[in-house]
């Protein structure tokens, strides 16, 4: 990367690299290699966890796979960091011969930055929110905060929500949850957001189901909207109840499979079951 010392990779956000030069990395790192560091190294250089590398296996392309949710889910992810990471794992080779391909494609970003809006400035309110959603948003709206999974959840449940951020997020498998009360930034519209961090930020959607959830407006809107997506984007909602119910189960939910946290047997293997469910791809 020394001829190009006057370009900051430090400071261009992995989104610079576009698709071409994902795959010619796929190329060098999909292979399993015994001699060289192969995409599962990158992948714990990156922090990835054993569970979610042996999930990648499944992947057409875990190079791709990697990168993207690396991205999504890590506010430092620059071409430098990339860089540095693949020098870390003794892949100069690939540093080499990519060079001017990462070379042109920051240059490229750097540009389009430059260059002037198609529109005018206006008030649009959907525009500002998407810039400024959630707590670790790019205020420039660059690179949007993403995550594994969203949490439809009542306020009486929120002790659970504890526990699951607790045993998905601060434990090896190292999910990132969105968790409106957490998450999202106050003054929004509350359904427009919704529905983007749905549809667009969250791989998938856990719905906390009791008696309260029934009777929430915010949960009802959130399922249905969930299910209401076309089948290319509609999320994999995952049903979750941890406490046991006297009314009816939704029938809206019924022909899914649910994690059921009050039955003895289950709860030994009840985390590693969703986990493993959100880390498919």
Sequence with gaps: MADNSSIDYWSIPLIALNFNVRKKLGLYLNPRNTVAADWATLAEIMGFGYLEIKNYEKCDSPTAKILEDWSSRCPEATVGKLVSMLEEAERKDVVTDLAPLFARNCIEFVERKKESPVQVDKVDSWTQEKNGITMKDDPMGNMPEMFDAFICYCQSDIKFVHEMIRQLEQTDY??????????????????????????????????????????SD????????????????????????????KKAFPS??????????????????????????????
């Design 218 to 245: 915010a949960c009802d809107f959130q399922t249905k909207f969930a299910l209401s997506l076309c089948p290319a984007q509609r999320k994999r909602l995952i049903p979750v109840v941890y406490r046991p119910m």
């Design 252 to 281: 809206i939910l019924r022909f899914l499979t649910v994690c059921d946290y009050t039955r003895p047997c289950p709860q030994s293997w009840f985390w590693g079951r969703l986990a493993t469910t959100l880390s498919l791809p």
């Design 174 to 215: 190292r999910f990132k949850l969105c968790v409106f009360d957490r998450d999202v930034l106050p003054g929004t519209c509350v359904w427009t957001i919704t529905s983007e961090l749905i549809e667009m930020r969250c791989k998938r959607m856990v719905a906390v189901i009791s008696d309260d959830y029934l009777d």
